[in-house]
């Protein structure tokens, strides 16, 4: 006769026996893996954590999160290259724009691939108001290599390291906060 509390192999960890199980579907947790929650101890699957491998997402909804990004990207890129002066707001508005987006199109879902693709959205939205910067400065400016020792050239792309480039990394740093871990 076998007992509700036999000892038995932790799926995640093989290695480990263990008496605890999921208070939601039974499977053996270790203490390793388990995860309090205000209704008792779960695995990691029902406690809602998702662990932030890139198989978390059906394949439809991270497109559908890449183009939504990808969309809000360009617009805010298009827009940073018509008031550059407003980098502070555009940067805010790339990256929650961006993430927000994806979210939305991802069903507010989390994980490594969002992070993932929410950065590259938002990298794209940056060096796409940097193209549109560089094509109103006009052909007549000198080749690019001589460029990139002119401040003049440096503070017209807001390429200078404070404010441009920090307001560049909080942009890139909004999606990996948002979508980072799990519910």
Do not use: N
Request: hydrophobic share 50%; charged share 15%; glycine share 10%.
């Amino acid at each position: 006769m076998t007992s509700v509390l036999d000892e038995r192999s932790c799926p995640r960890h093989p290695g480990i026996t263990t008496r605890l199980r999921c208070s939601k579907c039974g499977t053996p947790i270790c203490p390793r893996c388990m995860v309090e929650t205000p209704v008792g101890y779960r695995c990691p699957a029902c406690a809602g954590l998702s662990g932030g491998a890139w198989g978390d997402l059906p394949g439809s909804l991270l497109v559908r999160a890449a183009a939504a990004g990808l969309l809000v990207a360009l617009v805010v890129g298009w827009l940073w290259s018509r008031i550059p002066e407003w980098q502070f707001y555009l940067a805010l508005l790339l990256g929650f724009g961006v993430a927000e987006a994806m979210a939305a199109a991802a069903r507010l879902r989390r994980g490594l691939a969002l992070q993932v693709l929410g950065i590259a959205g938002v990298a794209v939205g940056l060096v796409i108001s940097r193209l549109l910067l560089l094509a109103e400065l006009g052909p007549e400016t000198p080749a690019l290599p001589s460029r990139l020792s002119d401040p003049r050239f440096i503070a017209a792309l807001q390429l200078r390291p404070i404010p441009d480039l920090l307001f560049a990394a909080l942009a890139l740093l909004i999606p990996f906060v948002r979508f980072r871990g799990a519910r």
